[in-house]
């Protein structure tokens, strides 16, 4: 046996998909607005997991620009046909409407690491699609959404037969169970002679749940299991929260794992707040007496360390590369030399600077995933801006309406008000610490600084952000500390989804000419 410790993917990792292929598991996680698209990590033991690669041409384009936060790749389900992986997602383009202006693809790959096939669009009836693979035959699974006044934006779960080869639907579309609770992200399997539906309940806060129900005939009707698998709704003091949106694997030797969302929130005096979002979490199952799937510790709470029936197992360290491969993600797209160049300057990445930071098109920005509630970030930066549309420097960011900048950029000579009068020359060479949320950006404070390449950094400490800068070899603050907390799933009254990240940015808003260089780049999360 091996003993893990959840969250097992830590940090922004949500809806993880989970199968197993011989003696290797794989999980495949949301990425919504961020690139690489469906990040994919792998384990021999369950407790330790390697990056693996990820779907990369999931978005038609590679393109997802102009998507709001917390819209694009939601939910991918990764299954497994005894000759390929499969896997479907959808990409929606509104959030916080009726209309969530979806499609559903699906792509297939030989080997977890690709090549993956161009995605094909099939039927799009709402968000969090799966496929069932049965003697040969293909069902896709999903949520239903009806927009129209007074309609239910989660109607019931649906399945429609796919041809394996065009993806064609063959026959109707079978409405399987519908419920007063909120149901979607809808699972398939086979066992003992019952189809069991594993469902997300409830929405994926802190109501979150798994639900099952089964049918002895594939299109129903389906009867619910008369208490949820597994949720944290009825008790806050738990310490992984939010579980739900959950799959259920069997081993090689015929015993059965969960696998789940979860999250770890941060006690704060605003409540409870997520700043690393959803990560992946997993369960040992059992199978009571009367057929439902229990959890093998007992009760409905997700625990924190779990016993699975693996050998311990070391992933390899990741070797070090030039490219700007995981663990760095971008917005929107993928990093491309004309704007991230790791050759001009060897050891450096050059930023070209594009739009602002609250953009929906092209940032330059790169980003890794903050992991724990203890981190720490920072950078060097060579930067020499000659105006106030120019800047560049260390992000903490959760999306365009929460984030925490420090930036090198040009202000006016001190006790001159801003009134754009760069352009008769003269200035300054500044440090610019930004706070922003739902009510706006602020700029915190203001240092004058050499042109010189600068090191800033910033050390987080729950829901504290303290960032600094290197003066005289000796760590200057900067600013008071910042709620960090802000950056998280709970915060504001819009719906979030991903996590925080911590990165390097630049911008130029008027030509896009200027370039910064950054080097040395470390981020260290701390349990």
Request: with cysteine.
């Amino acid at each position: 046996m091996t003993l893990l410790r959840n969250p097992v993917i830590r940090g922004f990792a949500p809806d993880p998909s989970l199968v197993r292929v011989g003696d290797w598991y794989y999980v495949a996680t949301s990425s919504f607005e961020w690139f690489p698209t469906i990040p994919l990590h792998r384990s021999r033991d369950l407790a330790h997991w390697e990056y693996a690669g990820h779907v990369r041409g999931a978005v038609p384009g590679d393109s997802l620009a102009g998507v709001p936060d917390s819209g694009g790749v939601w939910a991918p389900s990764l299954s497994w046909d005894g000759e390929r992986f499969w896997v479907t997602y959808s990409v929606v383009r509104s959030v916080g409407t009726p209309y969530f202006d979806l499609d559903t693809y699906v792509s297939t790959a030989t080997d977890v690491a690709g090549k993956w096939t161009a995605p094909r669009r099939v039927a799009s009836h709402g968000f969090d699609p799966a496929l069932f693979h049965e003697e040969g035959r293909l069902w896709l699974l999903n949520l239903q959404n009806d927009p129209r006044p007074g309609g239910r934006r989660f109607a019931g779960i649906v399945m429609t037969e796919l041809d394996r080869e065009t993806l064609v639907p063959i026959g109707g579309t079978h409405l399987l169970l519908q419920h007063d609770r909120l149901i979607e992200g809808p699972k398939l399997l086979r066992r003992d002679g019952w189809y069991y539906l594993v469902l997300a309940e409830g929405g994926t806060g802190w109501e979150h749940g798994v639900r099952v129900a089964r049918s002895r005939a594939l299109t129903g009707p389906y009867e619910l299991d008369d208490r949820p698998l597994l949720t944290t709704r009825d008790d806050p003091e738990v310490p992984l929260q939010k579980a739900g949106h959950g799959e259920l694997v069997e081993t090689a030797d015929g015993q059965w794992l969960l696998s789940h969302l979860t999250a770890r929130p941060l006690r704060t005096p605003h409540g409870p707040r997520c700043t690393l979002g959803r990560e992946t979490a997993i369960q040992r199952v059992v199978w009571d007496a009367e057929g439902w799937p229990r959890l093998a510790h007992g009760g409905r709470h997700p625990a924190v360390e779990v016993d699975v029936p693996t050998r311990p197992w070391e992933p390899e360290l990741p070797s070090l590369s030039a490219q700007l491969d995981w663990p760095w993600s971008t917005l929107r797209e993928y990093p491309d030399p004309s704007w991230a160049d790791t050759t001009s300057r060897p050891g450096w990445i050059r930023l070209r600077g594009r739009h602002g930071p609250e953009s929906r098109w092209g940032q330059s920005l790169l980003a890794q995933r903050i992991t724990e509630h203890r981190a720490e970030a920072e950078v060097t930066v060579d930067a020499r801006p000659r105006s106030f549309t120019q800047a560049a420097g260390l992000v903490l960011r959760y999306d365009s309406e929460a984030y925490l900048s420090l930036d090198v950029t040009w202000a006016e000579p001190e006790g001159e008000p801003q009134r754009g009068q760069q352009w008769r020359g003269g200035g300054r060479t500044v440090l610019s610490l930004v706070e922003r949320d739902e009510e706006g950006a602020r700029q915190v404070a203001v240092v004058d600084v050499a042109e010189a390449p600068v090191m800033l950094g910033v050390t987080i400490d729950g829901a504290d952000a303290r960032f600094w800068y290197l003066r005289d070899g000796v760590r200057a603050p900067i600013g008071p500390p910042l709620d960090f907390s802000r950056l998280s799933d709970d915060y504001g009254t819009r719906l979030r989804f991903t996590g925080a990240m911590a990165g390097i940015h630049a911008r130029d808003l008027v030509d896009a000419s200027f370039t910064a260089d950054f080097h040395g780049f470390r981020l260290v999360s701390r349990a």
